[in-house]
C-alpha cells in the first residue's frame, strides 16, 4: 500500500467484514477506534520493551505517577504498561476479548480517555459474541500505521474519507474540509505576517472552535514549522463529535501536541477556553445548522452579559448559528499589538441574510464598524465532500494594516476576491467534491490577496459601502365616506362594534350584558341609516362632524373606539379626496401605499429622496423615526458580468433545426 486510497481501501475493506451485525453507518463505531488503537500500537512499538521494563522497576520503587518518565521511554506523550500488543493479541485468540480490554487499560489516562471516548467497550463484547474481534484485529495488525509510514496529513486524510463513507448524509460541511481549502486559508491568515513568523524562538498559538478531526489545526501547524523551523506551535481546539475529538486527542498526542488542549463539547454552552485568547483562528462550522438547543444558554448571555460575553452583537435567526461560531472567535481576539486573524468558511447566507436590524445585519454592521471585516474570497462550487454549495471564507482581524511599510494600507477597507473559476475538475469524485484548487491556484489567489490590487478577480470597497439606511417612506391617507347599506354592513367586521354584544361575565348578567350590547348595535345602526345615503364626503373631518351630529341628535354616546370602527367601515380608498390629518395638522401615512428604500450609507437620505422618490410619488415623505442602519455584502452583484442575449433569428433557427430533427426520427419510430 503505497498511497493514501491503497490504505482507505484496506480499512474499508475491514469494514465491509462487519456486515451482518453492523449497518454501514454503525461501521465506524469499530473501525475509527481501532485505527486510533493500530496507529499508538505502531508508534510505542519501538520502545515497548524498555517501557514494559521500567514499568515492573518503578512499581517495586512505589513511584504514584510513573508517567512522565514512561513517556521519556516512550518518546512520546503517553505510554502503555500492558504486556499485550497487537501482535501478542493474536497469539492467544481463545481470550482475545479481556486481553484487548487488558491491553487498552495499559495506555496512560491521556491516550485511555481517547479510547473511552469511542464508547469501545461495548462494540468488544458485540464483537466476541459475533466472533468477529479476532478477525478485526488480525486484518488491522497487517496495516503499518506509524508516521514514518503514514504521516499525520495523511492519516487526517484517511480518518475523514472514512468518516465520509461512514456518514454520507452528514450536516454540510461537517467534519471534512479539504486540504486544499485548509491550505488556502491558512496561506491568506498568515500571509501579513509572514516575516514576523520567521522570527527565531517565537511561540505562536492556533485555536479552531469546531476541529473534527484537526485537519484546519494540523495543516497550520505544518506551514508555520516550513516557514519557520524553530517556531514554537501551540494548537487548541474544541469539538462536539465524540469520535472525531478522539482522533483529533490521537493526532495532537502523538505529534508531540498537549492533547489536554483539545476539549469535548459545544463551543457555545461549554466553552472549553473560557477567557483564553488567541493569535490565530481558523474554523469550518456547519453550515446552516439552527441553534435551538443552545438556544437557553447563548439568549441568557446576550441578555446578560452583552458586550462582556460573545454574542453581544446581536443574535441571527434560530435557523442559522453561522455568525455566533464568528462573534465567537471574535472574543477570543488579542487585544495587543499585534491582535488576531480569523479564517471562517461560510456559505452565501451570512453575506446578506437578515434585513436592516435583525441579528445578522447588527452583526455584519458591528464588524465592519469596528474595521474587523479584511476581506471575503469566493471559492468554487462543488469542493466539499458532502455539498455542492457555494462557499465563501470570511477573514477577520482586530489589526489592520495601517503601515506602508508592512504592506497594503488595509485599515477602512474590505477586500473581496472572486476565486470561483479556480479550481480543476477531479478525475474521480469524492462525494460531492467534484473540483479542487491546485497548488498553483492557492498561490494565485494567494498572491492576488496580497497585492491588494483591483483587477479582473479582486475588488476594493471602503467599510461604509456595505452599510445603508433604510428609509419608511410614507404616503398620506384619502378616504370617502358615504353610508350606504352595503357600508353599514362592514360594521360587522369591526372588533369595537363586534364586542358591543359579548361579555366575559357568566351566567345570567353575561347574558343580560350581551342583551344590552345588541340593543346598542341596533341603535347604531338605525341611526346611520337616518343619514342622506346620496352624500360622497371626501373630506374626513367634515364627515366626523355630521356623523357626531346624527349620534348627539339621537342622543347617543360614542367613544373614540366605536368611533373609529363606524369611520372605517363607511371609508373607502380615493385618490382624489382630501389627505386625512391628524390633531396636529399632520398628514397621516397610509399603510398600504407604505415603502422602503435602501439609501447607501455614503449618501444624504434627503437628497436621495429627492432625486429618486419625489418626482414619482410628490406627495410623500419620510418619517425619519423608522430609520434603520444595515449592513449586507451583495458579493455576487460586485463580479456580475452581462451576458447579451443570443438574436432571436440565432433562436429561430436552432429551433427550425431541432423540429425537423425530432420529426425525422419520429419518422423512423413510426417506421414511415
Known amino acids: 500500500m503505497i498511497n493514501f486510497q491503497d490504505k482507505v481501501n484496506f480499512i474499508w475493506s475491514i469494514a465491509e467484514l462487519l456486515r451482518g451485525p453492523y449497518k454501514k453507518e454503525q461501521y465506524g463505531d469499530v473501525i475509527l477506534p481501532m485505527a486510533v488503537l493500530r496507529r499508538f500500537d505502531c508508534v ?49 485468540p481463545d481470550n482475545i476479548a479481556n486481553n484487548l480490554r487488558n491491553y487498552i487499560n495499559g495506555f496512560s489516562k ?17 464483537l466476541n459474541d459475533n466472533n468477529l474481534l ?32 461512514f456518514s454520507e448524509h452528514a450536516e454540510a460541511g461537517d467534519h471534512y474540509t479539504p486540504r486544499e481549502v485548509i491550505r488556502l486559508m491558512v496561506n491568506i491568515l498568515l500571509n501579513e505576517d509572514n516575516e514576523e513568523l520567521t522570527q527565531p524562538g517565537l511561540v505562536v498559538t492556533v485555536y479552531d472552535c469546531c476541529a473534527g478531526t484537526g485537519g484546519m489545526l494540523s495543516v497550520a501547524e505544518q506551514y508555520l514549522k516550513e516557514l519557520n523551523p524553530g517556531i514554537q506551535v501551540e494548537l487548541f481546539g474544541q469539538e462536539i463529535n465524540p469520535q472525531s475529538f478522539s482522533i483529533c486527542k490521537s493526532d495532537m498526542l502523538i505529534k508531540g501536541q498537549n492533547a489536554d488542549n483539545i476539549i469535548l463539547g459545544d463551543s457555545f454552552t461549554e466553552d472549553g477556553h473560557r477567557g483564553r485568547t488567541f493569535r490565530y483562528m481558523l474554523t469550518n462550522p456547519p453550515f446552516g445548522v439552527e441553534w435551538k438547543k443552545a438556544e437557553k444558554f447563548i439568549r441568557e448571555e446576550y441578555e446578560k452579559e452583552g458586550f462582556n460575553g460573545r454574542f453581544g452583537a446581536g443574535l441571527p435567526r434560530i435557523s442559522d448559528g453561522s455568525l455566533l461560531f464568528l462573534q465567537h472567535l471574535i472574543s477570543k481576539m488579542k487585544q495587543d ?55 465563501y471564507i470570511w477573514i477577520v482581524t482586530n489589526r489592520k494594516n495601517n503601515d506602508p511599510m508592512k504592506g497594503p494600507v488595509r485599515t477602512g477597507k474590505i477586500q473581496l476576491v472572486n476565486a470561483v473559476d479556480f479550481y480543476q475538475k477531479m478525475r474521480k469524485s469524492l462525494g460531492n467534491k467534484r473540483n479542487e484548487i491546485t497548488e498553483e491556484q492557492i498561490k494565485e489567489i494567494t498572491r492576488i490577496y496580497g497585492e491588494f490590487k483591483e483587477n479582473e478577480y479582486c475588488k476594493i470597497f471602503d467599510n461604509e459601502d456595505f452599510g445603508y439606511q433604510k428609509i419608511v417612506v410614507e404616503r398620506p391617507l384619502r378616504l370617502n365616506f358615504q353610508v350606504t347599506e352595503e357600508r353599514i354592513n362592514n360594521l360587522y367586521n369591526e372588533t ?16 343580560k350584558e350581551i342583551e344590552e350590547g345588541k340593543k346598542i348595535q341596533q341603535q347604531i345602526i338605525e341611526t346611520l341609516r337616518t343619514m342622506d345615503s346620496t352624500i360622497l364626503y371626501k373630506n374626513r373631518d367634515e364627515f366626523t362632524k355630521v356623523l357626531k351630529k346624527a349620534f348627539k341628535d339621537r342622543d347617543i354616546k360614542l367613544d373614540s373606539a366605536l368611533l373609529k370602527a363606524i369611520l372605517s367601515a363607511l371609508s373607502e380608498k380615493d385618490e382624489t379626496a382630501d389627505i386625512c390629518v391628524d390633531s396636529k395638522d399632520n398628514p397621516e401615512p397610509d399603510p398600504d401605499l407604505r415603502d422602503t428604500e435602501n439609501v447607501p450609507l455614503k449618501e444624504d437620505i434627503h437628497e436621495y429622496f429627492e432625486r429618486e422618490v419625489k418626482p414619482h410619488v410628490p406627495d410623500a415623505w419620510i418619517d425619519e423615526t423608522k430609520t434603520k442602519i444595515g449592513y449586507e455584502i451583495p458579493f455576487t452583484r460586485h463580479f456580475y458580468k452581462y451576458q447579451p442575449l443570443r438574436p432571436s433569428e440565432e433562436i429561430m433557427k436552432e429551433i427550425i433545426e431541432l423540429e425537423k430533427s425530432i420529426s425525422e426520427k419520429l419518422k423512423k419510430v413510426m417506421g414511415e
Open 44 to 92: 510505542l512499538a519501538a520502545t515497548k520493551k524498555e517501557v514494559l521494563e521500567k514499568y515492573e522497576t518503578l512499581k517495586k520503587s512505589g513511584l504514584q505517577n510513573m508517567d512522565p518518565v514512561l513517556n521519556r521511554i516512550s518518546k512520546q506523550g503517553f505510554n502503555n504498561t500492558s504486556k499485550y500488543d497487537f501482535e501478542k493479541l493474536l497469539a492467544d
Open 134 to 165: 479476532y478477525l478485526i484485529v488480525s486484518e488491522f495488525n497487517k496495516i503499518d500505521l506509524h508516521p514514518d509510514k503514514v504521516s499525520n496529513t495523511e492519516m487526517g486524510y484517511i480518518f475523514e474519507e472514512l468518516i465520509r463513507r
Open 337 to 391: 499589538e499585534k491582535g488576531s486573524r480569523i479564517a471562517i468558511i461560510f456559505n452565501g447566507s451570512p453575506l446578506f441574510t437578515g434585513d436592516a436590524g435583525s441579528g445578522e445585519s447588527e452583526i455584519r454592521r458591528w464588524i465592519i464598524e469596528n474595521d474587523m471585516l479584511e476581506g471575503i474570497i469566493a471559492l468554487p462550487d462543488q469542493l466539499f465532500y458532502n455539498t455542492g454549495i457555494s462557499t
Open 496 to 511: 369595537a362594534f363586534i364586542n358591543l354584544a359579548k361579555s366575559k361575565k357568566k351566567g345570567t348578567a353575561g347574558l
Open 110 to 126: 491521556n491516550a485511555r480517555e481517547i479510547i473511552e471516548h469511542f464508547d469501545f467497550d461495548k462494540q468488544i463484547t458485540k
